[in-house]
């Protein structure tokens, strides 16, 4: 049964690297991949875009696309997005099919910190988003768990739903959506950082350019 990988953020806005990165774990895992706007991230400020222009920024980048795809149930549910909770969700749907919570690097090594982080392996295995070659030291919770559930080939999720922890080596691409916010508010395009469809409507952008107007307002 084909996995299916969650990518969750903000999306704000959704760039050439989150894309990148969706893609090539679609093709380690041979998965497909959801990509899933936080509501109310609980761990960062809120998004400067609202939950419908991320949407809508998020179904233009991802026109056309067969195997990447759009959840939006944690946008719905309102509230806190808490991972666990989705997870839990998911896998009520979707039965005994291996789900993935795709993580940047940064983002697993501070999973002791995420609201019932233990029970995050009940409902998936963890895809740990890696530079390749790069060597991490893990906190001694997580070290732990690294010893008890990591796997070297990823086709090794196929044979049960959830509980492994798999690193996956992507091409890093070292684009920051804080960098996209200041060079819109700037007045600049930051072409090749964003997907082009993205371009196509002002509307979609409009929330970045005119934030950094309203603070410094007097």
């Known amino acids: 049964m084909r996995p299916l990988a969650i990518l969750g953020g903000t999306f704000d806005p959704i760039h050439i690297a989150h894309l990148a990165v969706a893609w090539e774990a679609a093709e380690l895992l041979d998965a497909d991949v959801r990509l899933m706007p936080a509501a109310v991230p609980p761990h960062r400020p809120p998004p400067i875009a609202d939950a419908t222009t991320r949407v809508a920024m998020l179904r233009a980048a991802l026109r056309g696309q067969d195997r ?7 946008l719905a549910r309102g509230g806190p997005s808490y991972t666990v909770d989705t ?30 982080w233990h029970a995050l392996f009940e409902a998936a295995h963890i895809g740990v988003l890696s530079r ?12 732990e768990q690294m010893v008890a559930r990591q796997v070297a080939d990823p086709r090794q999720l196929c044979g049960r739903p959830a509980g492994k922890i798999v690193e996956l080596d992507v091409t890093p691409l070292d684009i920051s959506a804080t960098r996209i916010r200041d060079l819109l508010a700037a007045g600049r395009d ?19 350019r005119e934030h950094d107007f309203r603070e410094r307002l007097p």
């Open 87 to 116: 997870l839990a969700e998911l896998r009520a749907e979707e039965g005994d099919r291996p789900i993935v919570l795709l993580l940047g690097a940064d983002a697993f090594a501070g999973l002791p910190g995420w609201h019932r």
């Open 68 to 74: 990447l795809g759009l959840d939006t149930r944690e």
């Open 132 to 143: 390749p070659g790069v060597a991490r030291d893990w906190p001694a919770e997580l070290a």
């Open 190 to 208: 930051p072409r090749y950082l964003l997907p082009e469809a993205l371009f196509d409507d002002p509307a979609l952008l409009a929330p970045y």
